[in-house]
């Protein structure tokens, strides 16, 4: 390609840019990145801002990265303070393609509390990829101070955010468990059982936390442990189908207090969940 602005080729691969066909789109990025040219910078920064196709935002994330980190950092830097909600969260999802550190200091408190969702959820991802060791525990007292919020998508993109975090995040969360808002004292519970078991999916996490909440933790624990228990007798069954219409009353007084309004997808979990990796 041609470095210099305004040349006939970089005006075709603008026009490309901005077809009506998102396949044109993504192949137009696709070149673009191949046979990177500062000359299309602008560009490329400019579409990111107004694209609608998930694909080829991201397809022009990855061609801001093959040019130089020393002309695409400033620019991608001005857009962390546009007003367009795309703009902000694109910037932040290309700085975390980047991934220099440099730009920790770039995320602010008002990011990572984004009116927007996709900002803050963005916002935490890229933080937890470039944050310090040193301000690791603030920056896990600020995730915290959130848990609750938000939808399924939300609540489970903050929790992740806070596992990857590590060790420095379970004091905030054990005091969290104690909220007297129970969304987010559930949402709390669920991220510690993350934190405990990686592999346990979310939804079940969250029905977990419900079901603690609901009994308190020394009868969950009891009847935990009871159920566990080998060579479980008629008397044990009788017992358990006592304790499960008791934990479905509970559960119905919780519900009414708001827990629930956490653990209800409108799609499954293993799609979600999909959807959230493709997201990262």
Known sequence: MNTTDGTP???????????????VRLQAALAVGSNPDPGLLETLVERCAVEPDFFVRDMLSWALTRLSPQITLPRIRR??????????????HTLSKIGDRGAWAW?????LRDADDEVARTAWRLAVA????????????????????GDRAVRLSLSRALVDLGDVVEPALEK?????????????????LLRQD?????DAAI??????????????????????????????????????????????????????????????????????????
Not at 176 to 192: E, Q, S, Y
């Open 9 to 23: 080729q970089n005006t075709r691969v603008a026009n490309a840019l901005g077809a009506k066909d998102p396949s």
């Open 198 to 202: 990686p592999e346990a999916g979310f």
């Open 176 to 192: 969290a468990t104690a909220d007297p808002d129970p969304a987010v004292a559930a949402h709390a519970r669920a991220t510690r």
């Open 79 to 92: 857009e962390l303070d546009s007003a367009r909600v795309q703009a902000r969260s694109q910037a932040l």
């Open 107 to 111: 995320i602010t408190r008002d990011m």
């Open 130 to 149: 470039l944050v310090p060791e040193d301000e690791k525990k603030d920056l896990a007292d600020e995730l915290v101070a959130q848990l609750g919020r």
């Open 207 to 280: 029905d977990e936390a419900k079901r603690v909440i609901a009994l308190g933790p020394e009868r969950a624990a009891a009847a935990a442990a009871a159920a566990a228990a080998p060579g479980v007798g008629e008397t044990s069954k009788a017992a358990e189908a006592s304790e499960a219409i008791e934990t479905s009353e509970a559960a119905e007084t919780a519900e009414t207090a708001g827990v629930a309004e956490i653990g209800e997808p409108a799609e499954t979990a293993e799609s979600m969940e999909a959807a959230e990796a493709v997201d990262c």
